[in-house]
Structure formats: structure tokens, C-alpha cells
């Protein structure tokens, strides 16, 4: 099994900025593809911005510009700089793991961090 710790969440005002930071543990597993995603109250949850091992990006349009991925494979860390944050980023924010592990691959995910931007 793969665990996966997000923190860095919080309160922050419009325009201002958070790191968020998912750390991975376990044993005799092997990471593929880490990604950020979140879920708004009454909506559905979805992809914010995910990394490659090689170190491809992708994000959603929303926040393109604004966030940064990036990871740390020796750590088996992901992170995600958000910066010139707005209200409508307020959001439970997800670490998400592809990873091999044993017989075969699975998806792994964190309990959430939760982000307000509000002032």
C-alpha cells in the first residue's frame, strides 16, 4: 500500500499565495504519474495540474498561469505552488498517485487539504 500526505492548505487572501506539498510512503512501489485535483462544495471533483516522472505538466485551464507542479522523485513528493489565488479556488485539494506496487499498478489517494480563499 501507498500513503499519501498532503499539507500546506489554509486560509489566504485573493491574490495571495500557498504551496501545497504530497509526500508518499510505503514500501516497494515505483510512481508513474502524480497529480493534484480538487472538489468545490456542489461540484465534481477534478484534475488541477499533474507531473510525469520525465517531468511533463499538465493542467487545467483555469489555472494555467497561476499554479506550478513540480516534484522531488527522490522524495517521492509532489508539490503545487499556487500563486494570485482567487475565491473561486476555495476548494478540498487531493494528492493523487499512479504507482506500481507488487502485481500491478493502482491509483492512491490523500485524505485532502482544504484551501479558503476569502478575505
Known amino acids: 500500500q501507498v500513503q499519501l500526505v498532503e499539507s500546506g492548505g489554509g486560509l489566504v487572501q485573493p491574490g495571495g499565495s500557498l504551496r501545497l506539498s504530497c509526500a508518499a510512503s510505503?514500501?516497494?512501489?515505483?510512481?508513474?504519474?502524480m497529480g493534484w485535483y480538487r472538489q468545490a462544495p456542489g461540484k465534481q471533483r477534478e484534475l488541477v495540474a499533474g507531473?510525469?516522472?520525465?517531468?511533463?505538466?499538465n493542467y487545467a485551464d483555469s489555472v494555467k498561469g497561476r499554479f506550478t507542479i513540480s516534484r522531488d522523485n527522490a522524495k517521492n513528493t509532489v508539490y503545487l505552488q499556487m500563486n494570485s489565488l482567487k475565491p473561486e479556488d476555495t476548494a478540498v485539494y487531493y494528492c493523487?498517485?499512479?504507482?506500481?506496487?507488487?502485481?500491478?499498478?493502482?491509483?492512491?489517494w490523500g485524505q485532502g487539504t482544504q484551501v479558503t480563499v476569502s478575505s
Open positions: 507531473i510525469t516522472n520525465g517531468g511533463s505538466t
Open positions: 493523487n498517485a499512479y504507482a506500481k506496487r507488487g502485481l500491478g499498478y493502482s491509483d492512491y
Open positions: 510505503g514500501s516497494s512501489f515505483s510512481i508513474d504519474y
